[in-house]
């Protein structure tokens, strides 16, 4: 998995390196500059021309190098250009010096009259902007949505917050990319809320900093795009150790129970027990209230079932040691009697709550953290939301998301501190944050979007996937990590017109395609 980091940590392994005497700014400026153009190259190698847009600090001092480098190679270079050159910080305003060009005003007029140009480049700000853009540079903005040319955005689009993935002009002015250039390591706001759809298709330069950024810590989230493997040994593939089943006995592989609805109601958890089965549990049995006992057993075979009368008998069952997982929550019913079973089921397994598990406690939730603590083993449990879900178990974090002030990514972490539990906050862009402070997003955009797997069962299938794996499994985060980027890969393997019931049956053409 890739590190994505904030802007101020950006800042932080840039600023380590410098200090240390291994790079200079102007170096670091060139590289940045000159990767931007090899981008472009690669995505359009029949462009002849470029309109470069240059902000007044060092993203505009990397769009002086664009330009410089690419009029080098006879291209027809047009700047436009705003801030005094005394003005900017030095290694930008040296870059500045050094293209022997003319700078135009950057003015909304002077955008509009570039309509002859093959590329436009986006060098306005990056990661350094913390104020929303007003005046012409805001005019600027909105204007270059219209630009019929393909738009590059140097580090990020001008007036998008790479923290929080959100538009700082509330008036949604940040342009629509097609391609994003950014250096060293990808940033929060690349992946969440408008980022991905700001940014377009993104690509990173090595900047050559690896060793200052080994040096983060703990603190950094991870971008699950794919799942890490482990060194292949003679004649054995990369394996994916969460999806590579142990030798031996079934219950080797853990047995999952996933707790059903009744009558009419059981159709999430077989969807929950079929993808469990499906990963690699040993076993998997479905919990169903006597009313409901025929109706599953009906429709299972591999999969067993159990009669479960309320909290009382799902206690019972759990007295089996040999359950290492439960599912807990898919069209389970609202009320007192589905609070009750998640108390019994909190214990020394891996829970997933899920659905009418988490509407249940929605007005009192410190009754279900209090459970959670009270198991005494942190990180036993994941809360995996939607996001009408979440604001009804953190309306506070909820409302502050909503409101711009935070990140969907520390929202999930304020949330994960809040609940003791691994909590999953699903969406095109999936958040995952532990109580350790790990923390993780997927995005599903660009070459791994997936809009069809908008459908009705979807997320009780990946709280299945998350089941299963964690009933094999000692790291529930990494459990639900996994389980998230297998979810996106089986619904890209079926393509549109899928439905959940399509989910686990494309987990093997998947798993043969990883070589496990």
């Not at 700082?168 to 759809?197: N, Y």
């Not at 996933?258 to 009419?264: C, H, I, K, L, Y």
């Not at 007005?363 to 603590?373: G, K, V």
């Not at 299963?468 to 529930?476: E, I, Q, V, W």
Request: charged residues 20%.
């Amino acid at each position: 998995m890739t590190e994505v980091v904030t802007a101020a940590q950006m800042r932080g392994i840039e600023s380590a390196a410098i200090e240390a005497g291994a790079v200079t700014g102007a170096a670091l400026m060139e590289r940045a500059g000159a990767g931007v153009v090899a981008a472009i190259l690669r995505q359009w190698p029949e462009a002849q021309s470029a309109t470069i847009l240059c902000g007044p600090g060092n993203n505009g001092g990397d769009g002086y190098v664009i330009a410089r480098l690419l009029a080098e190679r006879w291209w027809d270079v047009r700047v436009l250009g705003m801030g005094d050159a005394e003005a900017m910080p030095p290694d930008a305003r040296a870059n500045r010096a050094a293209w022997q060009g003319e700078v135009a005003p950057l003015t909304r007029a002077n955008l509009e009259a570039a309509t002859d140009t093959d590329i436009v480049v986006d060098a306005i700000f990056g990661t350094g902007l913390t104020r929303a853009p007003a005046g012409e540079v805001l005019s600027v903005l909105k204007a270059l949505g219209d630009c019929a040319a393909p738009l590059v955005a140097v580090d990020a689009p001008s007036g998008l917050c790479l923290d929080r993935g959100i538009p700082l002009a509330r008036e949604g002015s940040v342009p629509k990319c097609d391609l994003t250039v950014t250096f060293e390591v990808p940033k929060i706001g690349h992946f969440i809320a408008d980022g991905p759809a700001c940014c377009g298709a993104l690509e990173v330069v090595d900047l050559g900093l690896s060793h200052w950024r080994g040096k983060l810590g703990a603190d950094t989230t991870r971008l699950i795009d794919a799942v890490p493997m482990v060194p292949p040994t003679e004649g054995t593939p990369h394996i994916l150790p969460n999806f590579r089943k142990k030798t031996g006995h079934k219950y080797d592989n853990g047995h999952a129970l996933v707790v059903s609805g009744g009558p009419s109601k059981t159709g999430a958890a077989r969807l929950a027990a079929r993808a469990a089965l499906r990963i690699g549990a040993g076993l998997v049995t479905v919990a169903s209230p006597p009313t409901a006992l025929a109706e599953n057993a009906m429709q299972l075979t591999a999969i067993m079932t159990r009669r479960c009368g309320g909290a009382a008998g799902l206690s019972e069952i759990l007295e089996d040691a040999r359950f290492t997982a439960l599912c807990l929550g898919p069209s389970l019913g609202v009320g007192e009697q589905t609070r009750a079973m998640v108390r019994a089921a909190l214990g020394p397994r891996f829970v997933v709550l899920d659905a009418d598990a988490l509407t249940s406690f929605e007005e009192d939730p410190s009754e279900l953290f209090e459970a959670i603590a009270a198991v005494g083993e942190p990180e036993r449990v994941i809360l995996t939301p939607h996001g009408g879900e979440f604001g009804r178990l953190f309306p506070d974090e909820n409302a502050a998301l909503d409101a711009g002030d935070i990140s969907k990514l520390d929202a999930v972490r304020e949330a994960a501190q809040r609940s003791g539990a691994v909590v999953l906050l699903k969406g095109a862009d999936t958040v995952i944050a532990s109580p350790d402070g790990r923390s993780s997003i997927h995005a599903a955009h660009c070459a791994r979007s997936v809009p069809w797997l908008a459908t009705a069962g979807a997320g009780d299938v990946l709280a299945g996937l998350i089941a299963g794996l964690a009933a094999r499994s000692d790291d529930l985060h990494r459990a639900a990590a996994d389980a998230t980027w297998l979810h996106v890969e089986a619904a890209r393997a079926f393509g549109p017109g899928l439905i959940a019931e399509d989910l686990p049956e494309m987990v093997p053409r998947v798993l043969r395609d990883m070589g496990v």
